[in-house]
């Protein structure tokens, strides 16, 4: 058994070898295309040993991804979180343009792991408990942040940043300025730039801007003129004494959420 483990081990070293010249032009390639695959570190290899590094070397990298994801979920089902975070740096490193990576990891930290960590029972400290409910939402901004500087060229990371900033760290300024760089993607769904607005104008000393914005996007057509928006352009408008006749949705129907 161990001289086929070494022979596989051996097949996949030699591999790698031959393919590394490929590889660093495809490297160079697609960090021209945005594409800013992590590099195999020291660290790596640490993480996932000596097998699963040749392994990663050799192209394997979306399987042993994927392998370290099941493993990652089964490290939440038995509420690993310590566990569960490491594995998603290494997932994360492997596969750094995969979406959905970053934000499950960063939805398991700052929702799932921060949750678990402020009804922690077995700690009986509440301060203790709300720095380790901080310290798991702070990693699960991180990793968004560093998912949008591994896809630049993609909202979903920007909109996920600002619900977690909206949500849980109640940083509105913040939330409304992802929410922005979200929206002005061509490919980025309506709500976003409702978003933006929204958050904008509950940042203090923004509100005449986000007035301006939301106003903008009510005069754009119907498809921004839901509820939420029109209700806040009235509230805004009185709370911001625009003249009558200047008012966009002083006409407008008003309706419950």
Same mark, same amino acid.
């Given at each position: 058994?161990? *001289?086929?483990?070494? $022979?596989?081990?051996?097949?996949? %070293?030699?591999? %790698?070898?031959?393919?590394?010249?490929?590889?660093?032009?495809?490297?160079?390639?697609?960090? +021209?295309?945005?594409?800013?695959?992590?590099? $195999?570190?020291?660290?790596?290899?640490?993480?996932?040993?000596?097998?699963?590094?040749?392994?990663?070397?050799? %192209?394997?990298?979306?399987?042993? +991804?994927?392998?370290?994801?099941?493993?990652?979920?089964?490290?939440?089902?038995?509420?690993?979180?310590?566990?569960?975070?490491?594995?998603?740096?290494?997932?994360?490193?492997?596969?750094?343009?995969?979406?959905?990576?970053?934000?499950?990891? &960063?939805?398991?930290?700052?929702?799932?792991?921060?949750?678990?960590?402020?009804?922690?029972?077995?700690?009986?400290?509440? +301060?203790?408990?709300?720095?380790?409910?901080?310290?798991?939402?702070?990693?699960?901004?991180?990793?968004?942040?560093?998912?949008?500087?591994?896809?630049?060229?993609?909202?979903?990371?920007?909109?996920?940043? *600002?619900?977690?900033?909206?949500?849980?760290?109640?940083?509105?300024?913040?939330?409304?300025?992802?929410?922005?760089?979200?929206?002005?993607?061509?490919?980025?769904?309506?709500?976003? +730039?409702?978003? &933006?607005?929204?958050?904008?104008?509950?940042?203090?000393?923004?509100?005449?801007?986000?007035?301006?914005?939301?106003?903008?996007?009510?005069?754009?057509?119907?498809?921004?003129?839901?509820?939420?928006?029109?209700?806040?352009?009235?509230?805004?408008?009185?709370?911001?004494?625009?003249?009558?006749?200047?008012?966009?949705?002083? %006409?407008?129907?008003?309706?419950?959420?």
């Amino acid at each position: 058994m161990n *001289g086929r483990k070494f $022979l596989a081990i051996g097949l996949l %070293g030699a591999f %790698g070898a031959a393919i590394l010249p490929l590889q660093s032009l495809l490297q160079v390639e697609a960090q +021209a295309a945005h594409f800013r695959k992590a590099g $195999l570190s020291i660290d790596l290899r640490e993480r996932i040993g000596q097998a699963g590094f040749l392994a990663a070397l050799s %192209g394997f990298r979306s399987p042993l +991804a994927a392998i370290l994801w099941i493993k990652a979920h089964t490290a939440w089902e038995n509420t690993e979180w310590g566990r569960m975070a490491g594995l998603f740096e290494t997932v994360t490193t492997l596969q750094p343009r995969s979406l959905t990576y970053w934000d499950m990891a &960063a939805w398991h930290m700052a929702w799932n792991a921060s949750v678990a960590a402020l009804q922690n029972e077995k700690q009986p400290s509440e +301060a203790l408990r709300v720095r380790a409910q901080r310290a798991y939402i702070q990693l699960g901004k991180d990793f968004l942040e560093r998912g949008i500087s591994n896809n630049p060229d993609r909202p979903e990371l920007h909109v996920q940043l *600002g619900v977690l900033l909206r949500d849980k760290l109640e940083d509105h300024c913040a939330a409304a300025n992802e929410f922005f760089k979200a929206a002005q993607f061509p490919d980025a769904p309506p709500y976003v +730039a409702r978003f &933006a607005g929204y958050e904008m104008a509950k940042c203090p000393g923004r509100e005449r801007e986000a007035y301006h914005y939301l106003r903008q996007l009510y005069q754009a057509g119907e498809k921004q003129r839901l509820p939420t928006l029109i209700n806040l352009l009235r509230k805004m408008e009185n709370d911001l004494d625009i003249p009558q006749a200047d008012r966009v949705a002083s %006409g407008a129907e008003s309706l419950e959420d």
